[in-house]
């Protein structure tokens, strides 16, 4: 298993950001395809059209979404996004650990193309 780490500055808020990754609307708005999201810690969620799927863990508004991501129907992993007020602009902190070893390219790639990029892009455009 492996772990991913990222970063991305963003020219947002904290706030704005936090609503961006948890309000299922804005969600769609940024990815282009149906999100299904609550800020509910025990709830299921779907971003992607289905490509991602999960459960929330914990939510600190503004600063911390905690969530567990399925890989298959057997595999767990564990996803930390912190939010961090620099200036004007939002730092995006996210951990992703027990990611199998065979889908780590496809996860760093799918995370940067797929959900950092595009929300970056949403703010910036």
Known sequence: ?????LTRKIQATPQEVYRALTNPFTIELWTGDPAVMSEVAGEEFSLLDGNITGRNVSFVPDQEIKQVWYFGEDTESDVIIRLFPDKSNTQVWVEHSGIPDDA???????WNEAYLNPLKDFFEI
């Open 1 to 5: 298993m492996k772990t991913l780490k």
């Open 104 to 110: 780590y390219d496809n996860m760093r790639e799918g």
